[in-house]
């Protein structure tokens, strides 16, 4: 099983800061044949479900704004927020869709400082 | 527009079984996987298995395997997961999710991530 490595575990930070989230994969995602990491992230706000964000490990999803971008290959990625808003306070994941079980990471709480 | 809307929320006591649905509509059915993941209260999403809808053909966790069952019924636009010998540590929201999937030019349909989830299924396991 790929097993994902999420750091930090919470993070503060001021409105209009960048903020980063990292994610480890104990094996390469980076499909060969079609050139793609096959890495997400999702948003989750509080009782919600979690929202997909970034796929492909940079690819943005259809409506989520600019100010996020994600980036990284194999076995490492990172998930950005150019300058927070406070609609941004929620908990991040990444997960792995190249083999199954399509684990996720343990998640990231952000809020503001 | 897609939707995928889940069953009401469930009391269940040790012991027994659960069987929650996931209703389909705005896409063509039979085209993309469908997954369940599951979230203890305060704790992290974690994946429980996925069927495809075309065939029915399964895929589960280890840790669940011998008590989660995914079915589906493409009469209806329905799959199902059922859960059997439930515990205390089985109460959790349970959620099914949608397999995107694009094409790309020369290597043909890659899979993008869960596009689309359920509003989830609150699952209590008491005594």
């Known amino acids: 099983d790929i097993v994902m490595t999420q750091s930090p575990d919470s993070l503060a930070v001021s409105l209009g800061e960048r903020a980063t989230i990292t994610c480890k994969s104990s094996q390469s995602v980076l499909h060969s044949s079609s050139n793609k990491n096959y890495l997400a992230w999702y948003q989750q706000r509080p009782g919600q479900p979690p929202k997909l964000l970034i796929y492909w490990a940079s690819t943005r999803e259809s409506g989520v704004p600019d100010r996020f971008s994600g980036s990284g290959s194999g076995t490492d990625f990172t998930l950005t927020i150019s300058s927070l808003q406070a609609e941004d306070v929620a908990v991040y994941y990444c997960?792995?869709?190249?083999?199954?079980?399509?684990?996720f990471g343990q998640g990231t709480k952000l809020e503001i400082k | 527009q897609v939707l995928l809307v889940q069953s009401e929320p469930e009391v269940k006591e040790p012991g027994a079984s659960v069987k929650i649905s996931c209703k389909a509509s705005g896409y063509s059915f039979t085209t993309y996987y469908a997954h369940w993941v599951r979230q203890a209260p305060g704790q992290g999403l974690e994946w429980m298995g996925k069927?495809?809808?075309?065939?029915?053909?399964?895929t589960y966790a280890q840790q669940f395997r011998g008590r989660v069952t995914i079915t589906r019924d493409t009469s209806t636009r329905r799959v199902y997961m059922e859960l059997t010998s439930l515990r205390s540590e089985d109460t959790a929201v349970y959620y099914c999710?949608?397999?995107?999937?694009?094409?790309?030019?020369?290597?043909?349909?890659?899979?993008?991530?869960?596009?689309?989830w359920g509003q989830g299924t609150l699952v209590t396991v008491s005594s």
């Open positions: 069927i495809n809808p075309s065939g029915g053909v399964t």
């Open positions: 997960q792995q869709y190249y083999s199954s079980p399509c684990n």
């Open positions: 999710a949608r397999e995107g999937a694009e094409i790309i030019p020369t290597f043909g349909v890659t899979p993008r991530g869960f596009d689309f």
